[in-house]
């Protein structure tokens, strides 16, 4: 992580890195989706109540099964999204060596009207969810990367945030997280497709509805945790057939000492 990626994840909670998949790599991702749609099922609606600017006329689309385990080649994509030298780079900054996958991959399949979700995150005491800085660091608990494998536009909806919020200190009104009233601090992230987006789950945020008729919003979100806590049930065995020494060390359960570094990129 350089000196500009941790200035920007510190002040604002998340991060896009741009161009991280290749084109090669985004279609093979789209095309794996594509050959599991079977696998994809909507949500029930209603995820923020009857907030009308979240209402939408359908939930958003999730696999049922984990992508990591799809036969080869489909799931080769989102291994490589797993264990991505960039995440791992970043996440060895912001979690620790040693960090650990806490729940995921999961899909959020969005087509035009498809409703959102209310801003959430942050704002209690959550010692899985947080964001520090000591002894010349940051530290923070449950952090998501979320692979976008198609853009995502200024005014198209999908992830907003109010950027800084995983520091604040006073609990923004229900109105605000609802989108109910507006008061300038919500701000919808610009992604392009093979981009990944870094985020703190002690960040304020949420999802507006889908806009464009012309590309479904496709994004893959692994969500990690510091080596010692795990804010979801911990995995009781790696589920991938054929793991890698990473894939086994990222699926280990919480543990303090003896967890094996991952080894990142230079950024
Ligand atoms: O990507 C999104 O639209 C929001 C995801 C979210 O709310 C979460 O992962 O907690």
């Known amino acids: 992580m350089n000196d500009r990626e941790k200035f920007l994840f510190d002040l604002n909670g998340y991060l896009v890195l741009e161009d991280v998949l290749t084109h090669a790599e985004v279609a093979a991702a789209n ?9 994809i099922s909507n949500r029930e609606t209603g995820l923020s ?12 689309g999730e696999f049922s099964q984990n992508p990591l385990t799809f036969q080869h080649p489909w799931c080769d994509p989102f291994r490589r999204m797993f264990t991505h030298p960039r995440l791992i780079d970043v996440f060895n900054e912001v979690l620790g060596p040693g960090f650990r996958l806490d729940h995921g991959p999961g899909l959020i399949r969005m087509q035009r009207g498809t409703e959102g979700h209310r801003l959430h995150g942050g704002m209690t ?37 109010i950027p800084g919020s995983h520091k604040a200190n006073y609990r923004p009104p229900m109105e605000v997280l609802r989108l109910e009233q507006d008061w300038g601090c919500v701000h919808q992230v610009v992604a392009g497709a093979g981009s990944v987006l870094f985020f703190n789950e002690a960040l304020v945020h949420g999802t507006l509805p889908w806009q464009p008729a012309d590309r479904e919003r496709r994004s893959i979100l692994f969500k990690f945790s510091p080596g010692h806590i795990s804010w979801g049930s911990p995995h009781a065995q790696c589920p991938i057939a054929d793991p890698t020494p990473e894939e086994e060390a990222l699926y280990a359960p919480p543990r303090r000492s003896g967890r094996t570094e991952l080894r990142g990129s230079e950024s």
Not at 50 to 60: D, T, V, Y
């Open 31 to 39: 095309a794996a989706i594509e050959h599991h749609a079977d696998l």
């Open 49 to 60: 109540g009857n907030a009308a600017k979240l209402k939408g006329g359908e939930g958003r």
């Open 125 to 161: 005491f959550d010692p899985s969810q947080y964001h520090s800085f000591s002894h010349g660091r940051m530290h923070a608990g449950l952090c998501v990367a979320a692979w976008q494998l198609t853009d995502v536009r200024a005014g198209d909806g999908g992830f907003v945030c």
